[in-house]
């Protein structure tokens, strides 16, 4: 017993000991940021002093809006076929004239006019030259013969727009909208292309747009 005493007396001793070493502990305090009710005060609006009236039209008439001017309009007119571009006289050189004399000698074969793919292609040359003056004067009738012959025997399709351009231009005489369109018509199932487009050329002329000029306001 007095040693059950004297354990609980010397741990009793160095328990106060050790209690009185120890640092105190303090909690943290929360620091609360001091809140300002928002005033009941609207914020002041500072008007100019000399506010501009508003622009009135009526009273001042440079103030209004300009009317929006229009440049005089034309009808559109029906496309032009291209034209033929004059060159220089080339007659006067020896080798131009042989190759034009090829050309006719395979144009005109003993079996005929276009009877051949040769004579077919030359024609159509041929009538490309006469057309546009390649190699002298331009000649727009014989530009139509050479078609002509060039599609005889139908070995040589394009040769149908070119008979499309004089019927529409007037190679020969006075522009033949049913002759142009039998032409196109053929011309169709080889070249459709270029069959659209003469064909559109001959609607347009056929048929051009009305359209009124506009008047600018004043």
């Known amino acids: 017993m007095v040693a059950t005493s004297l354990l609980i007396a010397c741990v009793s001793v160095q328990a106060a000991a050790r209690a009185a070493t120890l640092p105190e502990i303090q909690a943290p305090t929360a620091r609360v940021p001091d809140v300002q009710a928002p005033s009941g005060q609207a914020p002041a609006v500072s008007l100019p002093r000399n506010p501009l ?16 001017q229009l440049g005089p ?4 007119a029906s ?6 571009r004059q060159t220089s006289n080339l007659l006067a050189d020896p080798a131009v ?20 793919n040769a004579a077919a292609n030359a024609a159509w040359t041929l009538g490309l030259i006469d057309l546009h003056g390649g190699a002298g004067p331009r000649s727009t009738a ?3 013969m050479w078609f ?7 070995r040589q399709p394009l040769a149908n727009a070119g008979l499309a351009w004089c019927a529409l231009d007037g190679c020969a005489g006075p522009p033949d909208t049913s002759a142009a ?3 196109i018509n053929k011309l ?3 070249h459709r292309a270029r069959a659209l487009y003469l064909e559109w050329v001959l609607e347009s002329r056929a048929q051009p747009l009305p359209c009124a000029p506009v008047t600018p306001r004043a």
Do not use: C, K, M
């Open 148 to 154: 002509e012959r060039a599609t005889r025997f139908g």
């Open 79 to 84: 496309p032009a076929l291209p034209e033929a």
């Open 142 to 144: 014989s530009a139509q």
């Open 53 to 68: 009236p508003p622009a009135d039209p009526v009273a001042n008439p440079s103030q209004r809006a300009a009317d929006p």
């Open 73 to 76: 309009v034309r009808a559109p």
């Open 188 to 190: 169709r199932a080889h």
């Open 97 to 116: 004239r042989r190759d034009l004399d090829l050309l006719r000698r395979q144009a005109q074969p003993r079996s005929g006019f276009g009877s051949t």
């Open 181 to 183: 369109r039998q032409a």
